[in-house]
């Protein structure tokens, strides 16, 4: 069956650091992954897209990488701040074309 | 624009009793979806629809009905509530041309059945 996993319920990082978080699916070839942003009593927002031509895509502080061979995306905030801290949900388009989200991160980022 | 509004933010249902959760978008947006989430679970898709007139069922349809007459309103009614219907509901629409499929989300409803 498919499945996307986002290894870490939770990633704490002291404010300064990069954080990295973690997308791995199965039984997916997905043409892209896409990337949200949830805070807390509100809806996800979209924050970066990347296709499976491409390895990488940056906006400002985010970069995200794409693997198709590993069947693994991962996403980096530089220069973390407080602001930064939410859930972060990993999504793939599923075969009848809705997009399927992983259960999410919950970034924490220490001052 | 307002994006994606949901109607109401919160709500407390009795088992057994039916309410709607309303959802429209101004942005005319051809594709419109219902998700719902829960702690442990991640969003998951309960019904969709690619226009006016059509709908199909998503990975978690069992207690939801919805219709789409309209391209802006796209509520979704549970007709019988449970307390596994206990959930946050998120209503998120993109337009159906294009193919990135990055979704907008309203701010969601928060239900409760007791």
């Known amino acids: 069956s498919q499945k996307i996993e986002q290894n870490s319920e939770a990633l704490n990082i002291q404010e300064g650091k990069t954080a990295t978080l973690t997308c791995n699916y199965t039984n997916y070839s997905p043409a892209y992954l896409q990337w949200y942003r949830q805070d807390p009593g509100r809806g996800p927002v979209f924050l970066l897209l990347?296709?499976?031509?491409?390895k990488e895509k940056r906006k400002e502080r985010l970069k995200v990488t794409f693997d198709t061979t590993l069947k693994q995306s991962l996403f980096h905030i530089t220069a973390s701040q407080p602001a930064d801290s939410a859930t972060y949900l990993c999504a793939l388009r599923g075969s009848q074309g809705n997009l399927i989200f992983g259960k999410g991160t919950k970034l924490s980022v220490k001052p | 624009n307002a994006g994606v509004t949901q109607t109401p933010k919160f709500q407390v249902l009795k088992t057994g009793q039916s309410m709607t959760l309303q959802c429209a978008q101004d942005?005319?947006?051809?594709?419109m979806s219902w998700y719902r989430q829960d702690p442990g679970m991640g969003l998951r898709l309960i019904h969709y629809s690619v226009g006016a007139g059509i709908t199909d069922q998503g990975e978690v349809p069992n207690g939801y009905n919805v219709s789409r007459s309209t391209t802006e309103d796209f509520p979704l009614r549970l007709l019988s509530a449970a307390p596994s219907q206990t959930s946050v509901y998120f209503c998120?629409?993109?337009?159906?041309?294009?193919?990135?499929?990055?979704?907008?989300f309203g701010e969601g409803s928060r239900l409760t059945v007791l």
């Open positions: 990347i296709r499976e031509n491409e």
């Open positions: 998120a629409s993109r337009p159906s041309g294009r193919d990135t499929g990055e979704l907008f």
């Open positions: 942005m005319n947006h051809e594709y």
